[in-house]
């Protein structure tokens, strides 16, 4: 897929999600909030569903919460704009109440194909709603921090999920605003490990394979490797975790092009989805 065709199939999507009725927070919703950010990007962060903000401008985490996640983001080096953020539920629930199930199943076919647009390395959950669809029976009190294969069926052929609180919880608790802080740190890790796997699977996929052999042997072997504990990956990305020291020049950039130098647009066009 060109850069062009992924943009319009994601502008695509939110065209849909803006007119969408599928369910009753269509009813009591001011604007619905598809999700916005780099349509290049190997980073997809998904929240729960849009506050009072986000209803009344029709963009994800532009409130307290989002606040604290562009500084979570900050600490690791990243601009929100080199992510993608988006939601379990694309539309407010009334009164900031939790998504109930059959409005996330109903919503769910949008971050779907979100995900198959954007083949993402890394989706970062924020809160429980969220990680329940990426790893599910997991509790984001043990959870947080850590990382798992994400199963397919999500929209993401080969991603990793890296579990964290929801920034919400952060501004309520301070142990939990310092926990997001350490947690955040193991992300550009993670990118890491994320992209040797999937180099691994292509890889895997392209080797001719003898005739009589199964060929997704190979590949179910390079999909089940563990990602590797490996301490230099830290080194080479954000610092050493906890520790969220911003790295100097950032590696493991989520976005596809190149941070805007000093002297460009000081003002970077925000891709709106
Ligand atoms: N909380 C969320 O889960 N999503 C948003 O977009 C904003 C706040
Ligand atoms: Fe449609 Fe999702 Fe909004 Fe429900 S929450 S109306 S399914 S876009």
Redesign the pocket.
């Known amino acids: 897929m060109t850069d062009v065709e992924r943009q319009q199939a994601l502008e695509a999507i939110a065209a849909e999600?803006l007119a969408?009725?599928?369910?009753?927070?269509?009813e009591t919703?001011t604007k619905?909030v598809p999700g916005e950010g780099d349509p290049e990007t190997e980073v997809v962060l998904v929240g729960e569903?849009p506050g009072f903000n986000e209803d009344r401008g029709g963009r994800p985490f532009i409130g307290r919460a989002g606040d604290l996640l562009v500084k979570l983001l900050a600490s690791i080096g990243w601009r929100r704009e080199e992510v993608f953020i988006t939601n379990i539920?694309?539309?407010r629930p009334p009164d900031n109440r939790d998504?109930q199930p059959d409005?996330i199943a109903?919503?769910a076919p949008?971050l779907r194909r979100q995900l198959e647009v954007l083949d993402p390395a890394v989706i970062v959950t924020l809160g429980r709603h969220s990680m329940a669809r990426f790893m599910p029976g997991a509790r984001v009190s043990q959870a947080h921090g850590t990382v798992r294969p994400v199963d397919p069926e999500t929209g993401a052929r080969d991603a990793l999920v890296f579990a964290m609180y929801h920034p919400a919880a952060g501004l309520r608790t301070p142990a939990i605003e310092v926990e997001s802080y350490a947690d955040i740190a193991g992300v550009p890790a993670a990118l890491i490990d994320a992209r040797r796997r999937r180099e691994a699977v292509r890889a895997a996929a392209s080797t001719a394979v003898p005739e009589g052999v199964d060929a997704s042997a190979a590949i179910v072997e390079a999909l089940s490797a563990k990602p590797k504990p490996a301490p230099w990956t830290l080194a080479e990305t954000a610092g050493s975790h906890p520790s969220p020291a911003p790295p100097s020049p950032a590696p493991a950039s989520p976005a596809a092009t190149a941070a805007p130098s000093a002297g460009d647009d000081p003002a970077p066009q925000l891709t709106l989805f």
């Open positions: 999600v969408c009725t599928r369910c009753r927070l269509h919703r619905a569903g539920v694309k539309c998504p409005e109903a919503c949008y």
